[in-house]
């Protein structure tokens, strides 16, 4: 199942490329404006491609889910209760496994996610099982919020970028929700129209030690089937 999904990804990855001409959509999204000419013909790619990733996913997750050796890994493996959760502050599928209602789309929401996300997806014993089953439950989701979001579009967009001011001594900070959890931003803008410090605190930063707890009492080979179901970030953390 790792190798197949591990296809789609690239599929997504060739996807973007073909769209904003970047595999990681960098710089087609710029502050108050767009870097990539957006049409029809993006969104019928858009549309095609999800439409035969989501058919073969479908088929993948019915595989595992229906795997008695599978099922056997996974289940009450690396479990965490919802109390640690809170007291850790969990965030993302990690602390959603646990029981945690907690979703930036949802609590806090941005953009578009006030008319996509009403409802937090959830699951209670908090271990791999959980995770993964949330996993399946936001792909799902993100199916639906993509073609959603594309029909809010009605018309073309053209490249447009905007010429922005920042005063300088001006603080912000923004939340979001990544695949990974609840990310936060902080800037503060310095002289000649640059941020003077950018602050990052990563769903990662926060999620490692909740897998200090996971793998607690479990066999050595589980180490890696508990810290993949993390799905965390080393880079994030090396300050």
């Not at 999204?29 to 858009?46: H, T």
């Not at 599978?70 to 993302?92: N, P, Q, S, W």
Request: hydrophobic share 35%; charged share 30%.
């Amino acid at each position: 199942p790792a190798k197949r999904y591990g296809y789609f990804s690239e599929m997504i990855h060739q996807l973007c490329e073909r769209v904003t001409g970047s595999r990681f959509c960098r710089n087609s999204i710029l502050p108050f404006g767009i870097n990539i000419d957006y049409g029809e013909k993006q969104r019928v790619d858009i549309l095609n491609t999800l439409q035969s990733i989501e058919v073969k996913i479908e088929k993948i997750a019915k595989s595992t889910l229906d795997s008695v050796s599978f099922l056997d890994r996974v289940e009450h493996t690396g479990m965490i209760d919802k109390e640690t959760a809170k007291r850790l502050f969990l965030t993302g599928v990690v602390g959603r496994a646990c029981g945690k209602q907690y979703d930036v789309r949802r609590n806090f929401p941005y953009e578009v996610y006030g008319k996509l996300k009403h409802e937090i997806n959830i699951e209670t014993l908090g271990g791999v099982f959980e995770r993964y089953k949330l996993k399946i439950a936001e792909i799902k989701d993100a199916f639906s919020f993509i073609r959603k979001a594309l029909n809010f579009i009605d018309n073309e967009i053209p490249k447009s970028v905007a010429d922005i001011q920042l005063p300088e001594g001006r603080e912000a900070f923004v939340s979001v929700e990544t695949v990974k959890g609840e990310l936060v931003v902080y800037g503060a803008v310095g002289k000649n129209n640059r941020f003077d410090r950018i602050y990052f605190k990563t769903p990662s930063f926060t999620n490692w030690e909740g897998l200090t707890i996971a793998v607690q009492d479990e066999i050595v080979p589980d180490f890696p089937l508990c810290n993949k179901s993390f799905n965390m970030s080393y880079s994030e953390n090396d300050r």
